[in-house]
């Protein structure tokens, strides 16, 4: 069973990079897209960008010029890095897998909960 | 961007009853790509629907969806305790959006 898991520091300062890594087990990164999603409290969902095992992005048009999504496949790793963060990005981040690009998100792991204040 | 609008905002129902979720989206989405999932507080989403009519692995078969092009419908036929939570539709033909959500709550 496919399991993912989101770690990266809970509180970050405004104007500074948010980080987020997540960790897949149960299955290997490779030959998936992988997804970061993020839900501000008590609000809907938002797709923040994709990559392939490959290292290929995607990215949400709204978020792209601050969003970088990296893989790690020696790792069985991915990660998100948002730069110049606001208030605006307190969420709860998730991170996500779908089989091929055009995909529903099959697996999820469990959000990481960031907030920004200084 | 293709905007999804989801109705009602609020679904008040007992046990037993039947749900229907709408979804409806700014622009046809191509090849029928949309997805429904549940969302229950404090936890990630799972996927119930994908393909607008497909059921995912392990989803009982009271979960339905159907619909192409702009509208699109989930339906529940008998509301279980554990099935009262929040549903969000999404498509994934041309980027990836989310809807807004309907919350399913006991009457």
């Known amino acids: 069973q496919v399991q993912l898991q989101e770690s990266g520091p809970g509180l970050v300062k405004p104007s500074e990079t948010l980080s987020l890594t997540c960790t897949v087990s149960g299955g290997s990164i490779s030959s998936y897209y992988w997804t970061w999603i993020r839900q501000p409290p008590g609000k809907g969902l938002e797709w923040i960008g994709s990559?392939?095992?490959?290292?290929?992005?995607d990215y949400n048009p709204s978020l792209k010029s601050r969003v970088t999504i990296s893989v790690d496949t020696s790792k069985n790793q991915f990660s998100l890095k948002l730069n110049s963060v606001t208030a605006a990005d307190t969420a709860v981040y998730f991170c996500?897998?779908?089989?091929?690009?055009?995909?529903?998100?099959?697996?999820w792991g469990q959000g990481s909960l960031v907030t920004v204040s200084s | 961007e293709i905007v999804l609008t989801q109705s009602p905002g609020t679904l008040s129902l007992s046990p037993g009853e039947r749900a229907t979720l709408s979804c409806r989206a700014s622009?046809?989405?191509?090849?029928?790509?949309l997805a429904w999932y549940q969302q229950k507080p404090g936890q990630a989403p799972r996927l119930l629907i994908y393909g607008a009519s497909s059921r995912a692995t392990g989803i009982p078969d009271r979960f339905s969806g159907s619909g192409s092009g702009t509208d699109f419908t989930l339906t529940i036929s008998r509301l279980e305790p554990e099935d009262f939570a929040v549903y969000f539709c999404?498509?994934?033909?041309?980027?990836?959006?989310f809807g807004q959500g309907t919350k399913v709550e006991i009457k």
């Open positions: 996500a897998r779908h089989f091929k690009a055009m995909a529903s998100f099959d697996y």
């Open positions: 999404q498509q994934y033909g041309s980027s990836r959006t």
């Open positions: 990559i392939y095992y490959s290292g290929s992005t």
């Open positions: 622009q046809s989405v191509s090849s029928s790509y």
